[in-house]
């Protein structure tokens, strides 16, 4: 008997834009019926894919992005604090405009699960730690501060302490984690879902420059520079994992609506974007999807040079992958 077609899913780093867009994603596979065997997510990537893979309703999430507040996540400091750690202090010891507590209770109140291993499928979240200078994996631990740690962009908010060490968001050194899902779970397709912007030049300076909070879409600039191995500029490509498993690799790069700092309005316009291209980019090969999508996936020889090979993850509550 042929065992059922098992299917993962990458969600991309993306800010506030990437959180509706990834929900937006998730909710067109349920539509469709492509049952998700693993996550891996970046940043917004995280969040989403944490939130799902504890076992929460995506309904339930819906109506909770639609409705959230802008201080259940972001607790700058007050001007005079801020005033003094920058003029009288200098800087000095000071990380980040926001505390973490407000975000990381938001996202504990929306998890269904306390801790990857209680996940109702495996979940990995990518960040950076600080301490080491390295790439970390988590997969192990408790959710809320691991998911946090993948979120906590520079400047915007201080870095996370997790058992001794400090983390950062994962996008400061990948945008998608994609290593060792696919082959590690036996997967038959991994699904990328890629929702960072990417704007480079003088002409991506000159449109950040005449954005409301310039400072934050400067960051994104930076942020986002990196071309993963993935991305072509296409809705819609196809490739085989460049570990050997002989997975599909498909990615979805859709073209959505912007989002503006702080993250208030226009979500729901994105989600609905999100769910509109993906189904109406996938169905065509819902077929092969649901019954041999390593069909799909193009010979080796067509990849794209310089790709990543090695698939070894350290588990763990850091599982840096070095």
Known sequence: MKRPVSTGVVLSSGGGRGVFAH???????EEMGIAVAAVAGCSAGALVGGVYASGTELQRWMDTIAAVRTSEYWTPDSWPRFFWNMMVRKGRGYSGISDTRAAIDFIRRNLTAKCFEDCRIPFYSLAVNLTRGAKTLFSQGELAPRIMASAAMPVLYRPL????????DGAVIELAPTEALCCRHGLDALIIHHTAMHREGREGLAWALQQPWSLIEILYLLLYRQ??????????TF???PGGCGAAVIVIEPDLPELRWPLNSGGAAIQAAAI?????LLRPYLA??????????VPAAREKPGMPHSTGVESGNGGAVR
Request: with cysteine; net charge neutral.
């Open 239 to 241: 490739h085989r994992c």
């Open 276 to 280: 509109a291209q993906v189904s109406g």
């Open 161 to 168: 302490e997790i058992e001794g060490e400090w983390y950062s």
């Open 23 to 29: 929900t937006g994603f998730l909710a067109a596979l």
């Open 288 to 297: 092969a999807l649901k019954s041999d999508p390593r069909q799909l996936a």
């Open 227 to 236: 071309r993963p191995w993935y991305l072509s500029g296409q809705a819609l």
